[in-house]
Structures are given as C-alpha cells and as structure tokens.
C-alpha cells in the first residue's frame, strides 16, 4: 500500500514539472505572439514627431490619437465602411434566410435529387474561398477595371 502512495506522489511531482514547463513555453509563445501586436499599438498611439525627435525606442512625452484621426479623415474610411455595410449587410441576410429555406426541403423531403443536391452543397462548402479568387482575378484583368 505504502509503494502506491510514493509512487503517486512520484508522478505528481513529475507531472507539476511537466505542467510548469507547458505553462513556461505557452507563456514564451503567448508573449512573443502578442508584443508585435502590442508594440505597434504602442508605437500608433505616439505623435510622429515624438517618433522622429526621441527614437522609436523612447519612452513617449504624450500619447494620444491623433494618427487614427488622421487616417480615418484623409482616406476617407467612413465611405468605405458604408459601401462595405451596403453590400454586406443585405448579402448575409439573403444568403442565410435562402440557405434555411433550402436546407430545411433538403433535409425534411425525399424527392429524386436530394442526396445529390446534398453532395453538391456539401463540395462547394469544402472549397478554399482561394479558389474563387482566381476567376474574379481573370475577370478584372479582362474587363480591365
């Protein structure tokens, strides 16, 4: 009985060694995944002139937002996040409430082409959307917009 006990408190401990270097390595991997992140969060929030007169490696004289401010005004984001919304918005709807309709006849009734028309949606979703790119690629280049 008393080997069962050291033999437990054997592994234990082999085991908190384990878990401690998993925890350290998911540590390392987790910061080194997330400073450049970070980093250049920090580095946006600095005026440019702070940037140019102390260093990139300076501790800031003031943070603010004045970058995004600028980016959101001279490239116009707020157009472009509207014809995005414009598009997107009414895409997603339609496509989600034509899929429910389709989806419930597919699996709901037995008619001739069922199990193939399953197949076939079942394919197009395993498609990469990569290959989608390739005809719209094809179709600017000959429209030349």
Same mark, same amino acid.
Request: hydrophobic share 50%; no cysteine; glycine share 6%.
């Given at each position: 009985?008393? &080997? %069962? #006990? !050291?033999?437990?408190?054997?592994?234990?401990?082999?085991?908190?060694?384990?878990?401690?270097?998993?925890?350290?390595?998911?540590?390392?991997?987790? =910061? #080194? +995944? #997330?400073?450049?992140?970070? +980093?250049? !969060? /920090?580095?946006? *929030?600095? $005026? @440019?002139?702070?940037?140019?007169? @102390?260093?990139?490696?300076? /501790? $800031?004289?003031? *943070?603010?937002?004045?970058? @995004?401010?600028?980016?959101?005004?001279?490239?116009?984001?707020? %157009? @472009?996040?509207?014809?995005?919304?414009?598009?997107?918005?009414?895409?997603?709807? *339609?496509?989600?409430?034509?899929?429910?309709?389709?989806?419930?006849?597919? &699996?709901?009734?037995?008619?001739?082409?069922?199990?193939?028309?399953?197949?076939? =949606? &079942?394919?197009?979703?395993?498609? $990469?959307?990569?290959? &989608?790119?390739?005809?719209?690629?094809?179709? *600017?280049?000959?429209? %030349?917009?």
């Amino acid at each position: 009985m008393s &080997t %069962g #006990v !050291v033999q437990d408190k054997k592994y234990r401990d082999s085991q908190k060694r384990k878990d401690f270097f998993i925890s350290l390595f998911i540590g390392i991997f987790a =910061f #080194v +995944w #997330v400073f450049p992140i970070l +980093w250049t !969060v /920090w580095t946006s *929030l600095r $005026p @440019y002139n702070d940037i140019i007169s @102390y260093g990139i490696f300076s /501790w $800031p004289r003031n *943070l603010n937002f004045d970058n @995004y401010v600028n980016a959101m005004r001279e490239m116009q984001i707020g %157009g @472009y996040l509207l014809n995005s919304a414009i598009v997107t918005i009414p895409s997603v709807i *339609l496509t989600l409430f034509f899929g429910s309709l389709i989806a419930f006849v597919v &699996t709901r009734y037995k008619f001739k082409f069922n199990l193939s028309l399953l197949l076939l =949606f &079942t394919a197009g979703n395993m498609l $990469p959307i990569v290959l &989608t790119y390739i005809p719209v690629f094809w179709l *600017l280049i000959v429209t %030349g917009k």
